[in-house]
């Protein structure tokens, strides 16, 4: 059964999720005023006022039509709505094709709707009130219905208590610490190693049924083509560059969303609960393409647009082959790229272009290199069964790292539906059915043929091997810390176990700041603050690997008082706490979650976005070194921390 995906599937795995974290405003439709007025202890009035707007008609509160037309949604319960609207203005009866119970009550006017509320708590009332406002609007004439429209809300209390949350703290100076020792960037991962990824995917696409094919066919078209052989290989060269650079394209919104979003969007967009699972359905969907039940690909239409095109002069017409090549072999390509730009989305704008930059290259330089070597084309296998089995072997890949992004969202909510055990367990059983398929194939094989592929062969034992060493973190013993895929699965302590023997619990870092702040100031010891994340890999990988070590840990157990902050997580702040944070860049940011405090708080006292990121301050909130990213040498970082404890003792 062919089944053909629309484009949006293809812009939503590069493009919706960048969309998804832009908030969607509507007063370009309606311009909302929103204002407060005190009518008591803990209680007050949020009057919502908008002039009319051209044809459309805004739809009253104060009916019964099945559906609820208006509500306030705050960001923390200590407050509720008391009541139901008042609503001011001239209110119309219209007929609306919609509703065949009887007309709406709609205003076409100015109008004023007021909401009486209550503070649970009289004496925690905020000086700043955030909340979400749904109403909803449409036309009658053109049956045009639009409910439950957003718009986000921030109003003045009059008698509001400040916020007490600090997020720019003015002592802490990175330009000038007690010491220069540690990081002068980012060292999550190297422009040069994920570029090195993009490439390893490039050639995995490259050996899929959707691309291998296309290899000889085209360089012959364009060698033969052309009765100038050096002007066919110059041709093949410009196309495969024009493959290179429309991968490349690809993530270009991703730099223009960088410039114009809040500098967290790449975080968001890895920590994201809901974007999360739904990359764990797309890599489903995604496998099970691979496994041939559909093929994933996008429209026809375009694929026939771009090849019609093919014809148009020279540099023009070689293009469009390119894109060609680019939309129908989409099927294969664009699960492996997806994949890639999911994982490395949180580093920022240029490493996914990076990524793009090695599938692109990957892809587009064998068709110029069999264009200037014609003979190679003969070393080629041919195509067969065994392009099929390489679809489906990526296809238990795909299903490996869908639990991977389902993980990412139950640690992030804290569920417990995804324990360290459940997900290795799930890892272990699609290593054997990888093995199983592999094992399958190459019997079938043998039936057919005189001797076996070692190929296949070593494919078997790769997996048979990858699947026994993970079997190991199964079990509650030393063994289950499984130290070369640290960082992947669950942390130690999120188990199935009631008492995991790998689990440290005797060192507890503070989640924290003020806390963690004031325990260094009566101790009199240097913080040590790590900013971290629950989806954040490297992350686990440094709590598992690093911080085991005895010096390290006997340094942070000892030496520091040590604060992980989570900027993914997405507890609410209390009311209290709860501002809008008008940010370095002049922008203003709402504080609501506790990771939107923690990851304004990275970014404006130091200057990064991705995590893991350590610093080390005095007590009285000095730099004391450089800070530190992903080091995965334990006596790097421990050469780090007794830098810092050593420029703590001399200041």
């Known amino acids: 059964m062919r089944n053909q995906c629309k484009l949006a599937i293809f812009l939503f795995i590069f493009l919706s999720s960048t969309l998804s974290l832009i908030a969607q405003d509507s007063s ?19 009057i919502f006022s908008t002039p009319p707007v051209g044809q459309w008609e805004l739809y009253s509160p104060l009916q019964n039509i099945h559906l609820q037309t208006t509500e306030i949604v705050f960001n923390d319960s200590s407050q509720y709505q008391d009541g139901s609207f008042v609503v001011r203005g001239d209110v119309k009866q219209l007929a609306h094709p919609l509703f065949e119970e009887g007309p709406i009550a709609a205003y076409q006017s100015p109008t004023e709707w007021v909401a009486r509320i209550q503070f649970r708590n009289k004496d925690s009332v905020p000086v700043l009130l955030q909340g979400r406002f749904y109403y909803t609007y449409g036309n009658a004439a053109d049956t045009s219905f639009f409910a439950s429209t957003e718009l986000s809300f921030a109003v003045s209390l009059e008698g509001g208590v400040e916020s007490a949350a600090r997020i720019k703290i003015s002592s802490i100076d990175l330009n000038n610490p007690a010491t ?40 012959t078209f364009f060698t033969k083509r052309s009765a100038d052989r050096k002007r066919g290989i110059g041709n093949a060269v410009l196309y495969g560059f024009f493959i290179f650079m429309i991968y490349c394209l690809i993530t270009v919104p991703f730099h223009i969303a960088s410039k114009t979003i809040s500098p967290e969007i790449f975080n968001n967009i890895s920590t994201n609960v809901v974007l999360n699972f739904i990359f764990f359905v797309v890599f489903v969907v995604f496998a099970l393409s691979f496994f041939g039940l559909f093929e994933i690909g996008l429209p026809a239409g375009l694929a026939n647009r771009a090849g019609s095109k093919s014809g148009l002069g020279n540099v023009a017409g070689i293009f469009f082959m390119a894109g060609t090549l680019a939309i129908v072999s989409f099927s294969c390509t664009g699960p492996i790229l997806g994949t890639l730009l999911a994982n490395v989305a949180v580093e920022g704008a240029w490493p996914l272009t990076a990524g793009a930059a090695g599938f692109g290259l990957a892809l587009g330089l064998p068709f110029a290199l069999f264009a200037m070597f014609p003979n190679w084309l003969q070393s080629l296998p041919r195509s067969g069964r065994w392009m099929t089995e390489v679809k489906v072997v990526l296809g238990f890949v795909e299903l490996a790292l869908a639990v991977k992004f389902f993980s990412n969202a139950d640690l992030v909510k804290q569920w417990g539906l995804l324990k360290r055990e459940v997900f290795i367990a799930l890892w272990v059983f699609i290593g054997l059915a990888i093995v199983t398929y592999l094992f399958i194939s190459l019997w079938s094989q043998k039936r057919t043929q005189s001797k076996f592929s070692w190929v296949r062969i070593f494919f078997i034992l790769l997996f048979a091997g990858l699947t026994i060493y993970l079997v190991p973190g199964l079990t509650n013993t030393k063994y289950a810390n499984l130290t070369y895929i640290s960082g992947f699965p669950p942390p130690l302590c999120y188990s199935v176990y009631d008492d995991p023997v790998n689990c440290k619990t005797g060192f507890k870092p503070l989640e924290d700041y003020e806390e963690a702040l004031a325990k260094a100031k009566q101790q009199n010891k240097p913080l040590l603050i790590d900013f971290t994340g629950w989806a954040c890999v490297n992350c686990r990988k440094m709590e598992e690997s690093v911080w085991t070590d005895p010096l390290v840990d006997s340094l942070m157990h000892t030496e520091f008082v040590v604060v992980s902050l989570y900027v993914d997580e997405r507890r609410k702040l209390s009311a209290i706490e709860q501002t809008v944070f008008k940010t370095s860049a002049g922008k203003e940011k709402s504080i609501v979650t506790v990771g939107d405090k923690w990851a304004t708080f990275q970014t404006e006292n130091f200057g990064a976005t991705s995590q893991p990121q350590y610093a080390i301050l005095s007590p009285d909130e000095k730099a004391l070194t450089l800070t530190k990213f992903y080091t995965p040498d334990a006596d790097e970082f421990a050469e780090w921390l007794r830098c810092g404890l050593s420029a703590f003792k001399r200041n």
């Open 28 to 46: 370009s439709i309606f311009p909302w005023k929103v204002e407060s007025k005190r009518v008591g202890d803990g209680t007050y009035e949020l």
């Open 180 to 219: 220069n020792c540690g990081d002068s960037g980012t060292k999550n991962q190297s422009i040069l190693s994920i570029f090195l990824l993009g490439v390893l995917g490039g050639i995995i696409a490259l050996v899929t049924p959707c691309v291998f094919p296309m290899i000889p066919v085209t360089v």
